[in-house]
């Protein structure tokens, strides 16, 4: 049984539109962020808490599956980021101009991957500070002193953003209805970027529309990841059950 509207590709192919005419650029940009739409709305469905959701028109996704992987700490950690990233995008759908909004999405989509690999470098500082003080009270019997952990805390860096929001969220945050929030701003993005009919259509907007798409697609990828982990053991599940065996093996690639 299949979901009729289940789109063909999930992350269509990047382009490259070097000596490509303008119209056809424009044309080519058009295509794609019609594509981004259609996948966007799907992972909306998958995420949407109807349990009639299949994934990739394969296995049916109920809800409490994806419930299950999304309730670990790195995922609320994730969720976080994500709300972070929703929000964000929301107040830049104020700006009037399409060619102005591809210019600050950008910045926010360039600091949005900083933070995330901050908060990667943050979690090996945890580590490494863990470390250090069971190493040194293994040899000295003392633990290292407030200086050395800010030191250690501090390396790293930080400061602010200009377009990405970080409010404190005091409650715990549901990774799937984030995931379906953010779907609908991007969304709601993409409409706004293909809105630009000022003037002529200029080929650097088209490729600059482009190069922000494979932005985005990194965040839609680690989302998917974890959906089309479930989704294969699901899958296999389905086969057991019908004494088929493991259909992928041991080396489950993507369906």
Known sequence: ??????????????????????????????????????????????????????????????????AGVYDTPQMKKRALQLLHLGLSIGSLLNVSSPPEFLRVFNTLLNEHDHDKSRGDKDDNTKAKMKSMFLKKSAKSGTAPNLSEYRSLATSEGGGGYTFMEQPTVPIDIDYAETVHTLCEVLIQAYQKLSEYTEGPRHQAYAEGVMKLDLKVK??????????????????????????????????????
């Open 1 to 66: 049984m299949q979901e009729p509207s289940t789109p063909d590709t999930l992350s269509a192919p990047a382009l490259d539109l070097a000596g490509v005419p303008g119209v056809l650029a424009w044309e080519a940009m058009g295509d794609i962020v019609h594509k981004r739409i259609v996948t966007l709305e799907y992972i909306q469905r998958l995420h949407g808490g109807s349990n009639k959701a299949y994934y990739l028109s394969t296995v049916l996704l109920p809800s409490d599956a994806l």
């Open 218 to 255: 990194k965040t839609i990828n680690s989302i998917l990841k974890e959906v089309d982990g479930v989704s294969k053991n699901l899958l296999d599940q389905e086969l057991r059950r019908l004494g088929l065996g493991n259909l992928g093996g041991d080396d489950n690639g993507v369906i």
